[in-house]
């Protein structure tokens, strides 16, 4: 079946530095995007989320642009901050209650 | 982690033994969720319910059974465990169809062994 995937597994970047975390997905029916950060041990958590009647969308020190014509999704956190190493999932729902289809994941490190 | 909870938090089990998850959700949500974490897979969908006594399969849902007899509990049952199906488990809800599962348990780590 179709499914989502991400670009790199590991993202290293600099403390205060922006990062850019990619996601390209297949399954052109897909209606809705969400980015989940997880920590280790712990479930993933919601950060943001968009629609694909959309192309941009901010939340605080995040923002998501989703391009359709190339099917690819990326998610940008301003700024980062130690707190902000996690592994961070993409996830695509086709419009209906049958769950999520959950990329891989990329693995954020935080250089000091 | 939002209302939810799940237990067990970690358990080891014996080959075709049973073993019965929880999910508890203290939000009222319609809309529950049963996910495993495998390394290189990433999370994947076992089975879902939108209501009391209503549920559906999700992409790996052989082997495993579910029951929704309350709002706030969902249970996963496996019914012979298998040596495959050690994973970390997550529970997920959310309010409504339209809206993403915006609120995931702190999972519940399976070994079969």
């Known amino acids: 079946g179709e499914s989502v995937g991400l670009h790199l597994p590991t993202l290293s970047v600099q403390e205060g530095d922006n990062s850019i975390i990619n996601c390209a997905y297949s399954?052109?029916?897909?209606?809705?995007f969400i980015w989940y950060k997880q920590e280790s041990g712990k479930g993933p958590q919601f950060i943001i989320d968009?629609?694909?009647?959309?192309d941009k969308r901010q939340g605080q020190r995040v923002t998501v642009l989703l391009n359709k014509t190339v099917k690819h999704l990326s998610l940008q956190i301003a700024a980062t901050q130690p707190g902000d190493s996690a592994v961070y999932f993409c996830?695509?729902?086709?419009?209906?209650?049958?769950?999520?289809?959950f990329g891989k994941g990329t693995h954020l490190i935080i250089q000091p | 982690d939002a209302g939810i909870t799940q237990s067990p938090r970690h358990k080891v089990t014996e080959t075709g033994t049973p073993v019965t998850l929880r999910c508890h959700q203290t939000?009222?949500?319609?809309?529950m969720y049963w996910y495993r974490q495998d390394p290189g897979h990433g999370l994947r969908l076992i089975h879902y319910?939108?209501?009391?006594?209503?549920?559906d399969k999700g992409e790996v849902s052989d082997g495993y059974s579910v029951s929704r007899s309350k709002t706030e509990d969902f249970l996963l049952t496996l019914e012979s465990a298998t040596s495959s199906q050690t994973s970390v488990y997550f529970c997920?809800?959310?309010?409504?169809?339209?809206?993403?599962?915006?609120?995931f348990g702190q999972g519940t780590r399976l070994t079969v062994v």
């Open positions: 996830a695509e729902r086709g419009g209906g209650a049958d769950g999520l289809t």
């Open positions: 399954n052109s029916a897909s209606d809705y």
């Open positions: 319910s939108y209501g009391v006594k209503d549920t």
């Open positions: 997920a809800i959310s309010e409504s169809a339209a809206e993403p599962e915006a609120f």
């Open positions: 939000e009222n949500h319609r809309y």
């Open positions: 968009i629609r694909s009647n959309m």
